[in-house]
């Protein structure tokens, strides 16, 4: 590598708005990923992986990131000269899928899907631009019954995730209702209204971030950040601001309550009656299916930022408070979200394709019940076996075969370091235990295990070194062909 | 969606050297990620997930391919003008991982990661620009004792994979050995050296897909392809050709007789002697291990084309034959490889940080073994609960929660078609067998299953369709309080 000697040495960096996840962290979201996609395909979902990179024409523009470059997605020109950008969700790339191979396909087409996603935000604090996602979906179902499906099935995953009744919600609208209450209010249902209605959404999305106060004024003129970055708004009058914010205010309640409720906002306006009608078509199969014990809500005030939506909505709430950047106690809100896209496949064959899905923010969701206690902190290291004697690797090897072949994780120290190092290595990787064979235990055909969590409880009680060295609690030794059970009895 | 209206329909398309896949083969993918993580977790390895994206000066730039755009790699320059990359493998990302986090780290540091890898390579049949990779790797050991175990490791794999002996095997060689080599016949170990040995190394890797008279090219002035594409040779005069081509023939036999055959080859060369001796520490800890036993040889054609290898080298070969695009039968080869990096670290902090590691190509490798009917094939469809009667889809979804609660995969059909549709879509999905509640049915409260495994076979023995009708073999009806019990039934 001599070539190397002629370049300055990089600087070790993670770009910004990237983050890494090591040992406990990383087995909570892998947990996460095997607990949906248990769900997904017992319930008769199949696995689909399509690549990272997609022409950016067939990903459409649909985030809501218009005034970042590339709208928000991450792309640059292939040898061809042709547009490719990194996935920014696992919907544009099954749409590009679906239309790609559309005749072989069963259909309807139940697929689930896990991966990272990549959006191009502005780095910021608890924002990141690259996020695992997994994701369900059904394309080709028109009715009602797929999207309860869907939100059941999202409560399934939250029951899979290890929440309990009470510490989850899943919040149900439909974009449709909206769009009754902007047409009252004068907002046109043409390409000039797209952009106003697009600016509604993402306003009404940050009320539970930003509050109804800031959410008005980016339902009228705009609103500068606390960062000094000025937001356009919608451009509503006070009226209009009045009956949106109205609006997303009067649901939250039981089904049927929050329906009674919506109905005389729709007045006689079509879609919103149609928006209704799809509502309770879901809340009776919910109902029905015993999902309406306070697992599901139907919510205004859920919109959900991604364009491609046609009709009902859903997002997954997490009730439980987590600690925010500062340490501050915050709801951790939204674990992931969906919605019907009824659209977005018509967009290659210009004929309608129904499809509605769901989508968990892994890295996010999991984070959040890592730091709740519920998913990875089980997770403890492996037995150490302590590596003494140089030339005695071989049978170290043999002792760390055995334990696994009993279920037990193990691993042999691999450094050239003392005893001092090696146990300070066992205790910084959580090891529940290490087997010591120094040369007295080796030609007394012997092995020590030490209980290093026993250990570490009785040393906070033991005030005298010297006792405590001479006791040597929390240690056994015995005959070398009874390792595993010692190192299992240790374990128990 | 009005704004898209006024857009041309763009075309569904996959970029090429991207592959999609479904179903069974992605479960496959699946299932082998699972083996090889239960593995490495089992021998004390911890999960990192790293972003794709990364500075690509952190990278560093070890691919072979420095005739393509950026040397390989998929780049793109982000806000800040600053080079980023998508990773080209997992390695380069912990080499930046260690460096960036190496004082709070366990060391020596043993972690495992899965996830796509991108290549920008000249897109042709079988190969993928982006596939998934998943490594093992031990930072800060520098002992042999420490890549015998990546080399158990690999083997264990294989093992998890479901492949009996013989059928996989693990090549060992170290590249000092070559060094030696290549400095006996006069190939500078300094810069101006550092290109001819990348296009040696690069020639031998091509020994087992193009044979040794192309490689002779390669070593010499050059070679033109099959599609005419050129590639500028090493260089090496006839007898420097030929010492070569020797020493990659020299072994392929059981650990100590290739070490004997190779030992005369070396001379007086202290990097040879080096080079043997770390082969010989491994040999000794992989036959005190039991791994000698075919699994694993010493052959000098295993280089590996990757930039960052400093002394032992390894390669997972599938010895089974599968078929290639042309539908020919074909050894399948390299599963997954990987060697001792000592530099790669080095490079960031200026001390030599010791590593070694192995990766598997799960993408290329799960697509062989489902092929081979080894993984993934066994998976069947969804039960299928038929969707008869549009008012009684809670009905069904509660049929599908009682199945999915006995363990039983299910779901209930998602469209608004006729039998006939919803049968041809059960066939399509693999179901095992169908749940037809009619009205006839529900009135009487029972429910009737359709074993279509069993149907399937009968109706290839029966000729007269009259016959089979009103026989109605394969199916069974009885009281609705029954159907879990009939359904198992029908599966065993």
Same mark, same amino acid.
């Given at each position: 590598m001599s070539k190397k000697t002629k370049t300055l040495r990089p600087k070790a960096r993670r770009p910004k708005g990237f983050e890494d996840r090591f040992g406990a962290l990383a087995s909570a979201e892998n947990a996460l990923i095997a607990a949906a996609a248990g769900v997904y395909h017992s319930h008769g979902f199949d696995p689909l992986s399509t690549s990272a990179l997609e022409y950016a024409d067939c990903l459409g523009k649909f985030l809501? !990131?218009?005034?970042?470059?590339n709208e928000g997605v991450f792309a640059f020109t292939d040898d061809d000269d042709q547009w490719m950008a990194l996935r920014y969700d696992l919907t544009a790339p099954l749409a590009r899928f679906v239309a790609e191979n559309? !005749?072989?396909?069963?259909?309807p087409l139940r697929r689930f899907a896990v991966g990272p996603v990549w959006r191009n935000e502005k780095p910021g604090p608890g924002r990141f631009r690259e996020f695992i996602q997994i994701d369900a979906d059904t394309v080709g179902a028109p009715g009602a019954a797929a999207d309860a499906e869907m939100i059941m099935l999202a409560a399934d995953v939250m029951d899979a995730a290890g929440l309990a009744r009470g510490e989850y919600v899943i919040r149900i609208n439909n974009r449709k209702l909206l769009d009754a209450i902007l047409g009252g209010i004068g907002v046109p249902q043409t390409n000039e209204g797209a952009i106003q209605r697009m600016r509604v959404l993402r306003a009404i999305d940050k009320l539970d971030r930003l509050g109804p106060e800031a959410v008005a004024r980016l339902l009228g003129e705009g609103r500068k950040d606390d960062s000094g970055d000025y937001t356009k708004g919608a451009g509503l009058d006070a009226k209009g601001i009045e009956a949106v914010l109205a609006f997303t205010q009067a649901g939250a309640g039981d089904l049927n309550g929050t329906l009674r409720t919506l109905e005389p906002l729709m007045g006689r306006s079509e879609i919103g009656a149609q928006g209704l009608g799809e509502l309770r078509a879901i809340a009776d199969l919910l109902q029905a299916a015993g999902y309406e014990d306070g697992r599901t809500v139907i919510d205004p005030s859920i919109v959900r930022g991604? *364009?491609?939506?046609t009709g009902p909505v859903f997002e997954a709430d997490l009730r439980l408070e987590t600690l925010n950047e500062k340490g501050e106690p915050v709801r951790?809100?939204?674990a992931g979200g969906g919605g019907r896209y009824d659209d977005l496949i018509a967009r290659f064959r210009g004929q309608p394709v129904p499809a509605t899905g769901f989508s968990f923010g892994v890295s996010r969701f999991a984070a959040a019940l890592h730091a709740l206690g519920r998913l990875g902190n089980a997770e403890r290291g492996p037995v150490v076996i302590l590596?003494?004697?140089?030339?005695q690797m071989a049978q170290y090897f043999a002792m760390a075969t055995e334990l696994r072949n009993a279920g037990i994780r193990a691993e042999v120290?691999?450094?050239?370091? *003392?005893m001092k190092a090696q146990m300070k290595y066992a205790d910084k990787r959580g090891a529940p235990a290490v087997v010591i064979v120094g040369e007295d235990e080796r030609t007394q055909g012997q092995v020590t295990v030490k209980n290093l969590i026993l250990g570490q409880q009785m040393s906070g009680q033991i005030k005298d070194n010297k006792e405590w060295r001479e006791g040597r609690p929390a240690q056994v030794t015995g005959a070398r062909s009874t390792l595993t059970a010692m190192v299992a009895d240790t374990l128990n």
């Open positions: 809501p !990131d218009d005034d970042r470059p559309f !005749d072989p396909l069963p259909k991604l *364009g491609y939506y951790f809100g939204s590596a003494l004697e140089g030339d120290y691999m450094g050239g370091s *003392g």
